[in-house]
C-alpha cells in the first residue's frame, strides 16, 4: 500500500543535541499526524497539525506542516534519554477516512 | 482509563487455532481502524470499521481474517487457522469523526500481539 517517505531511517544522537526529521508525500495532504512509539506499547499521538504553513509545539517538540501541503517535519529540541523510540508520520486527505503512515525514524539517544 | 482498550496484550497461539483480539473505542468514537505491525516495521492498514458496518476492509487478507463492529460491544478482529507468518503487533485505534480536521485524530490502544508457534 502507499506510504509516506519518512527520514531519516534512524538516528543515534548525544544528550542535548536537537533532533530533525520529516515526511514527504507525493499527495497533498489536509491533516498530518506525528506519534511517538516506545517499544512493547502503541504509538502515542504527540502533535496534529490541520493548515499548510502551521508550526505547532508541544514541549521540547515543534512540528510544521509544509507549505506545497506535501510534507511535514518534527524537530526535537535538547533530546534527552526518554525521547528513544520511533516516531511516525501520518497524512490524510480532506474527503477520505484512511491516514497513511510513513515508514518511521528510529531515534537513539546516547546519555 | 478514557482511552482505546486492547486485549489481550499478548497471545500465543498454534499453528490452524483461532484468534480473537478485541478492541473497545474511546469514549464516544464510533470509527474504528486495526492496523498490523511487524518488527521493526510500519504501520500497515488492515480494514476500517463504523459501527455494525465495514468501511474499507481492502488492507485485510481475504482469506481467514475478519473484523466487526457490532451495535454493542467492543470491535473484534478474528484470525482463522492462524499460521507463523500472522505473528506480529495488532493495533486498534479509533477516531471521533473518521476523516481529517479536528475530531478526525486517530488514537491508538497499546496493541495485541499475537505468537503463532
Known amino acids: 500500500g502507499q506510504q509516506l517517505n519518512q527520514s531519516p531511517q534512524s538516528m543515534f544522537i548525544q544528550e542535548g543535541e536537537d533532533v530533525s526529521m520529516n515526511c514527504t508525500s507525493s499527495s497533498i495532504f489536509n491533516t498530518w499526524l506525528w506519534y511517538k512509539q516506545e517499544p512493547g506499547e502503541g504509538p502515542v499521538l504527540l502533535i496534529a497539525l490541520y493548515k499548510a504553513g502551521e508550526l505547532t509545539s508541544n514541549g521540547r517538540l515543534t512540528a510544521q506542516f509544509g507549505i506545497t501541503r506535501k510534507d511535514s517535519f518534527l524537530n526535537i529540541s535538547a533530546s534527552i534519554p526518554s525521547d528513544v523510540g520511533i516516531y511516525f508520520c501520518a497524512g490524510i486527505t480532506s474527503g477520505t477516512y484512511k491516514y497513511i503512515f510513513g515508514t518511521g525514524t528510529r531515534l537513539k539517544v546516547l546519555a | 482509563n478514557a482511552g482505546v482498550m486492547q486485549n489481550p496484550r499478548h497471545l500465543v497461539r498454534r499453528r490452524g487455532q483461532e484468534a480473537r483480539l478485541r478492541c473497545s473505542p474511546m469514549?464516544?468514537?464510533?470509527?474504528v481502524y486495526w492496523y498490523r505491525q511487524l518488527p521493526e516495521e510500519g504501520l500497515k492498514f488492515m480494514v476500517y470499521l463504523q459501527k455494525e458496518n465495514i468501511i474499507d476492509e481492502s488492507g485485510m487478507p481475504k482469506e481467514r481474517f475478519s473484523a466487526e463492529f457490532p451495535k454493542e460491544g467492543p470491535s473484534i478482529l478474528r484470525i482463522q487457522q492462524v499460521v507463523r507468518g500472522d505473528s506480529a503487533a495488532y493495533f486498534c485505534?479509533?477516531?471521533?469523526?473518521?476523516?481529517?480536521?479536528?475530531?478526525?485524530?486517530?488514537?491508538f490502544g497499546e496493541g495485541s500481539r499475537l505468537t503463532v508457534l
Open positions: 485505534a479509533s477516531s471521533l469523526r473518521g476523516t481529517s480536521g479536528l475530531t478526525g485524530e486517530l488514537f
Open positions: 469514549k464516544g468514537h464510533s470509527h
